[in-house]
């Protein structure tokens, strides 16, 4: 089945053999956040609940709590807020196992909070590393980003600062397809993790990222600021245009939702929906739910 959230909902059911495995969007000229979302939370002085980031409490352990990649982009970039008295390290992979190889390890605040380095492969000296006295915290929240891209040129700065405080380029790039988080020596921390946000073009071609699974089906959370028609494409596979299901969002010049198989009119579900979005507000634009149970 699926179920489309806003104010409203609709459904449609997803039959055997199309399996969702992959999301994209795109848009009338609009702006996309991908969140996950506390529907107990309210914007100040609003109505309409407001987003948030991910949230992750590690404990001291050796162990990362892994994430897929889910883009497609040349360069991707991570960016987060942690809690801790030292030690917050941030790993880089091509595999889920804790025990693969290839792998970047970023250590963030490590040698009692007094240094960062970046380390391939488990194995000494480090690629790279740089004295950061203090640079964590573990009575507030410290912002920080890491980027990477298919060269494996691998950046590290502070929220707030475009340049890099660590910087590595690998001769021997692989590809990434995981990240993951941990504390460690004798550290526990709070993580506040960034979700996906970017702008799409009239007419621009679909962006397919790993589609976010929930156990039997599927489940995406989205706001978008757009005037009208906001479609999210559903597909086995970026590269295979059969099967697929198209969500069409505030189309018929934002008068109705529809949900379409295979680009094959007529359409599973059309329902009326007048200005469903918007393209003014900026705070806080509108939450979506997007849903798919497999039966």
């Not at 091509?94 to 492969?121: H, L, M, V």
């Not at 993951?180 to 020596?185: C, D, E, P, S, V």
């Not at 969002?249 to 599973?268: F, M």
């Amino acid at each position: 089945m699926f179920g489309h959230g806003h104010c409203g909902h609709f459904i449609g059911r997803v039959e055997p053999g199309c399996r969702p495995e992959y999301v994209s969007e795109h848009y009338a000229t609009g702006r996309i956040r991908y969140t996950n979302f506390d529907p107990s939370a309210r914007a100040p002085g609003h109505g309409r609940p407001k987003s948030v980031t991910k949230e992750l409490h590690t404990e001291d352990s050796m162990d990362y709590d892994f994430q897929e990649v889910s883009t497609t982009n040349s360069t991707c970039v991570l960016r987060f807020k942690v809690k801790v008295a030292h030690d917050a390290h941030v790993c880089l992979s091509s595999s889920e196992d804790q025990d693969a190889t290839p792998i970047y390890e970023i250590f963030i605040g490590g040698w009692d909070n007094s240094k960062c380095a970046i380390r391939r492969d488990r194995t000494k000296p480090d690629r790279a590393e740089a004295e950061t006295p203090d640079v964590l915290s573990a009575d507030e929240f410290r912002g920080f980003w890491v980027s990477w891209n298919s060269d494996c040129k691998i950046e590290v700065g502070r929220e707030g600062e475009e340049e890099p405080f660590l910087s590595f380029t690998d001769p021997e790039p692989f590809e990434i397809t995981h990240y993951g988080l941990r504390t460690a020596w004798g550290a526990s921390g709070e993580w506040e993790i960034e979700q996906a946000k970017f702008e799409t073009q009239d007419g621009a071609p679909y962006r397919f990222t790993a589609a976010p699974r929930i156990q039997d089906g599927g489940s995406l959370q989205l706001s978008v600021r757009a005037a009208h028609d906001a479609h999210v494409c559903l597909r086995v596979c970026p590269t295979q245009d059969v099967p697929q299901y198209e969500v069409f969002i505030g189309g018929w010049n934002n008068s109705k939702c529809a949900l379409r198989k295979n680009q094959t009119k007529p359409d599973l579900v059309v329902v009326d929906t007048p200005n469903i979005l918007d393209s003014v507000q900026l705070d806080y634009p509108k939450l979506h739910f997007l849903t798919w149970i497999f039966s």
